[in-house]
């Protein structure tokens, strides 16, 4: 068979590992013939390509971002033909596409596959929001990043008695900031999960203030609320080809008004795609691994419409539909655990 991949949506670190893993087995072991479509659906769209034979792949494991590209093309938006997805395949005589994304790029997948492409999906996010999953390669690299900022930024809060608000991606659920925040020991974590006051969370500071600690560092996700703000707050009103606006701003708003209410010097960091770059872990590496495995596995099967998927310890075949239904969100009981260390 010949076999497309494409990488869509934000980057992360473990893109690469999945493809040298799809590649280097499909090759090895199933005898097959690779191309690697340019910025995610872009490349498929506009027949744009290059063959990826082991000598393509032999190194790329570490690296971090993608050696394809990426895109936020949809191919369902307007402007877009999805037909061409269909013809690419057919001047090309190619059989199936491993398709590595986010719910956006899988929501896709997902179309084509109901118009009949067969489509294999592996669960790529920073943001840890795809169903069906217990995890998405990328996210504990992103919240590895996060962590380490957070140490850092701990000790020049301690040196200047400031609070620090650390704003992170997320886009509509608030895992990153979630794991990152407890990891990193913050003493108050917003998600767009839980809403709390701007007085709830100055309460939290004041306690901490109260056991004589005159330094503090406050995690948000992008897309959390106070209950004083009506919506998300949102750099401009842009959207990409899938509706979605660049969030952020809650991170100096939360400054100003913890400053204001509580005379208390602070400061925001928003390291955005810095928490993206940079060389995977190595739970990404052998996560994004497995998913790769598994994915052309399905495909040397016949298995399409599906995506890998880590139940426990275990990778395990879903339907590609189920996945891409909705945005996982944090569980309030997993919440309430790390509420507990707030103040
Ligand atoms: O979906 C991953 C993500 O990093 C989100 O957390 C963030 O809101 C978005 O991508 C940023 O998009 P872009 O890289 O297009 O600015």
New binding site residues.
Partial sequence: MKIGILTG??DCGGLNAVIKSIVWKGIKEYGHDFVGFRDGWRGVLENDWQELTLDDVIDILPEGGTMLGSS?TNPFSAGNDPDNVKRTMEQENIDALIVIG?DDTLGAANKLYQQGVKIVGVPK???NDLECTDMTFGFMSAVQAATDHLDRLKTTARSHHRVIVYEV???YSGWTALYAGWAGDADVILTPEKTYSIKDICSYLEQRRQRGKDYAIVVVA?GATTTEMDEMMAEDEDT?EYGHV??GGIGEYLADEIEQKMDWQTRYIQPR?IV?GGTPTAFDRILSSRYGLAAIDCVEKGQFGKMAALKGQDIEIVDLADAVAETKTVPLELLEKAEIFFG
Wanted: no cysteine.
């Fill in positions: 949506g934000g936020r986010g996010t920073m943001d991606f997320g886009r992008e990409d660049i969030l795609h993206r």
